[in-house]
């Protein structure tokens, strides 16, 4: 790119991440109201047409469907899948090109605030920690750093 690209986003709520693809065509958004976009660098009209967005970091509750903000996103960088981390204390990996679901992990004690993968894609580092979601709580959980394999399946594409 020989300028910086400046466009709005296609989402209706707050943008709360943004990671780029690691093939460097474009990017993924995670907004507020639990969802992802998927979007491109390349603004002509084939591009225009592929970009999508779905609904993620969604629990069925007490109150009924609730939609948590999705906080992080990191891509593997072998499979070009990619892990979301939200308000909802899950870990969720996707294949973006076949917009399905491959894993979700086991509940994290309060909200993913940060995800990465290391280099070699082996390990996916995971920051729970409270993002203020409800406003200022009394005992509020203890942020914890956790470091994980990550096993094959869970990133994946499956064909």
């Known amino acids: 790119m020989s300028e910086p690209q400046q466009r709005k986003s296609y989402l209706n709520s707050q943008t709360r991440c ?9 990017f993924a958004l995670g907004s507020t109201d639990g969802r992802v976009a998927m979007d491109f660098f390349d603004q002509s009209e084939s591009s225009l047409e592929k970009r999508y967005s779905f ?3 969604r629990l069925t509750e007490d109150r009924g469907r609730v939609a ?6 990191a891509f593997h960088s072998e499979h070009g899948t990619f892990a979301t981390g939200g308000c909802d204390g899950f870990v969720y990996t996707w294949d973006g090109e076949k917009k399905k679901r491959l894993f979700q992990s086991p509940r994290y004690p309060t909200s993913i605030a940060a995800l990465s993968f290391s280099k070699d894609n082996n390990l996916l580092a995971v920051a729970s ?4 979601e409800s406003g200022k ?3 509020e959980p203890a942020t914890k750093i956790f470091i994980r394999d990550v ?3 869970e990133v994946k ?3």
């Open 55 to 57: 609904k993620c970091h």
């Open 151 to 153: 096993n094959e399946v």
């Open 18 to 26: 943004v990671e780029c693809y690691p093939n460097k065509t474009g």
């Open 68 to 73: 948590y903000p999705v906080n992080a996103i």
């Open 129 to 132: 920690s409270y993002t203020y």
């Open 157 to 159: 594409p499956r064909h």
């Open 137 to 139: 709580i009394e005992n």
